[in-house]
């Protein structure tokens, strides 16, 4: 191994939600993280993998606690050199790496992507809220957001933590979705997410006018939604539940459209489907008033926009689409000019500049500075 090599410190990466770490050797149809510590790994990193899973069916409740408090000496054992790196987007272990920090067992430096977790800027007023997440945040060294809007909102409530935060947008596997095989059966709108701030009675509405829906969730309430629809409006929807990374994205790229619809709220949800329509060069109609300049994306040239919780723009939106084919693929090639902010080599150049104790955030306005990445004056990535 090089010199350069030896100076890149050791990635210790913290897996959760409910299957053991993935086999960074052999897995083929990556999900975002697995494919953000393969290109760390490709990129010269000793990445070690921790999970408190096992094979088989996951825990719940207080079994799954104390899943996570058998992993931690996994963790210390993991994260023994001075220069290690822990990476991780699972809360649970999160909050386990702000308790080992306060009680002086681990000391090493921690880097986040933080998805919308548990964000409700509706409790800023509450103290409480606000001081759980001051010694979480206390906790991280570096913390990168999908969503500009979240980001600006945690950096207003807790401006002494905002050096830490940083916007990048939700990455895919560009190369991966390019070989995608759409699925058989084409639709007129696709639909997917399980987040609650979905506003499922969108696609169904759509349904009901006479569209052809695929909804993709693992949401059981959506499931028991559609399964109560009249017959004339179940025939039009399509549920794939639970249907996996791989299917999901052949159903995404078999539809006409993919739509974001949500309830209101203060973050974006459905970052993912956006960077799925982009990575696809699939018409994109979405309800989004917040991050779309931070991703480059612009209503009426990038993609159609309708009213949040209006159906009948909705509809107006999605008809412009599979009305016209001419339409819908000039807006698609548009779309799909935005791959480089969107592609996970793009967002895992910038956080390897956060590893380095030197890095302070960039808030600058996405805007005009493009993809937010380390400030000019930041300590730079490994050659």
């Known amino acids: 191994m090089s010199g350069l090599l030896r100076e890149r410190p050791p990635v210790v990466c913290l897996w959760g939600g409910h299957r053991p770490a993935p086999d960074l050797e052999t897995r083929t149809t990556p999900s975002n993280a697995d494919k953000g510590a393969r290109e760390l790994k490709a990129r010269g990193y000793g990445v070690l993998s921790v999970s408190p899973w096992t094979r ?77 997440y001051d010694k979480l945040f206390g906790a991280i060294d570096a913390i990168w957001f999908a969503s500009e809007n979240e980001r600006q909102i945690w950096s207003e409530a807790l401006p002494h933590h905002a050096g830490r935060m940083a916007f990048h947008p939700m990455f895919v596997d560009i190369d991966y979705y390019s070989k995608i095989m759409p699925a058989t059966l084409s639709h007129d709108v696709v639909a997917i997410g399980s987040d609650s701030r979905r506003d499922w009675e969108i696609p169904i509405g759509l349904a009901a006018g006479g569209l052809r829906v695929a909804i993709v969730t693992e949401d059981h309430e959506v499931r028991r939604r559609i399964n109560s629809l009249p017959p004339a409006v179940h025939s039009n929807i399509t549920l794939a539940f639970r249907s996996g ?24 949800s459905g970052s993912t489907t956006l960077a799925v329509a982009i990575a696809l060069g699939r018409p994109l109609v979405i309800d989004d008033p917040f991050d779309l300049p931070a991703y480059g994306v612009q209503p009426g040239v990038h993609c159609e926009s309708f009213v949040r919780g209006d159906l009948a723009s909705a509809q107006v939106a999605v008809r412009r689409i599979v009305s016209s084919p001419d339409h819908a693929r000039a807006m698609a090639s548009s779309l799909a000019s935005r791959r480089d902010r969107v592609d996970i080599e793009a967002y895992v150049d910038r956080l390897e500049a956060s590893f380095r104790p030197g890095w302070r955030a960039n808030h600058a306005s996405p805007s005009t500075a493009g993809i937010i990445g380390d400030a000019p004056g930041a300590a730079p990535a490994w050659p």
Not at 107 to 116: L, N
Not at 246 to 268: D, P, Y
């Open 56 to 132: 088989g069916k996951a825990p719940s409740g207080v079994a799954r606690k104390l899943q996570y408090v058998a992993a931690v000496g996994k963790v210390l054992k993991a994260s023994r050199p001075a220069n290690s790196v822990i990476y991780t987007a699972d809360l649970p272990w999160i909050r386990v790496l702000a308790a080992m920090k306060q009680a002086g067992l681990q000391r090493r430096r921690v880097v986040v992507h933080w998805g919308g977790i548990d964000f409700d800027p509706q409790s800023f007023s509450n103290r409480g809220y606000l001081n759980k």
């Open 245 to 268: 990374f791989q299917q999901s994205a052949r159903i995404a790229a078999a539809g006409k459209c993919l739509l974001v619809a949500t309830t209101a709220n203060f973050r974006f």
